[in-house]
């Protein structure tokens, strides 16, 4: 299994582009979320996904969109990038919304401009 | 609300030193504390958890504690390596309300064990 996978690693983006980060895993989770990590601040939930069809926000979710219309996709969309939203990104999945251990991709880091 | 309050924030010790870090949470609820390291460039990887209902777990040189009463969790690197060197993330889930499943992750604790 390739585990949770995420491209780019790597953006530069101008404020007010938009942009897809992709994620996926091939290990059958149904849930799936989206971290930011910015210094100091540990990991702050985004956007999450319980299944197929289904997306809720998290602590931070202004300024972002989510989708779900696979088990192994949970794209994080940005529709107008702002300098507030460098950071770098994480993509989770855990088995189900009650098992808690949740696997961490690689990472994307984003800068705006 | 419901929050993780980790400390230190760094953590430097001499090779073979043990290194101890505290993560205090608010939410009662809350019955899984998990610990994950995150090596430079990489995403946070879990190296060990805990459930509510023991108060210790061990793996080898690192184990972590739990007293539900005073609502904190530990982790202790026994006879720390260079490579130990990471930032290390405890978490708890949040319980009190229909997002179950998701965890709330402290603010990271930098540990540098020097040769």
């Known amino acids: 299994n390739a585990g949770v996978t995420q491209t780019p690693k790597f953006q530069v983006l101008k404020t007010g582009q938009s942009m897809t980060l992709q994620c996926a895993q091939d290990m059958n989770h149904e849930y799936m979320s989206w971290y930011r990590q910015d210094p100091g601040m540990g990991l702050r939930l985004i956007h999450y996904s319980v299944g197929a069809g289904i997306t809720d926000q998290g602590e931070v979710p202004n300024g972002y969109n989510v989708s779900r219309s696979t088990t192994e996709d949970f794209p994080l969309r940005l529709l107008s990038a702002a300098p507030s939203q460098t950071s770098v990104y994480f993509c989770?999945?855990?088995?189900?919304?009650?098992?808690?251990?949740?696997?961490f991709g690689p990472g994307t880091r984003l800068t705006v401009l | 609300g419901e929050n993780v309050e980790q400390h230190p924030s760094t953590l430097s010790v001499q090779e073979g030193d043990s290194a101890v870090i505290k993560c205090t949470y608010s939410d009662s609820a809350s019955n899984y504390f998990p610990w994950y390291k995150q090596e430079l460039g990489k995403g946070p990887q879990l190296i060990i958890d805990i459930r509510s209902n023991v108060g210790e777990k061990k793996d080898q040189r690192i184990a972590v504690t739990l007293n539900k009463t005073a609502k904190h969790f530990s982790l202790h690197i026994t006879e720390t390596q260079p490579e130990d060197s990471a930032v290390y993330f405890c978490a708890a889930p949040r319980r009190r309300s229909s997002n179950t499943g998701k965890l709330i992750f402290g603010q990271g604790t930098t540990l540098q064990v020097k040769p």
């Open positions: 989770a999945s855990s088995y189900s919304k009650s098992r808690d251990t949740q696997y």
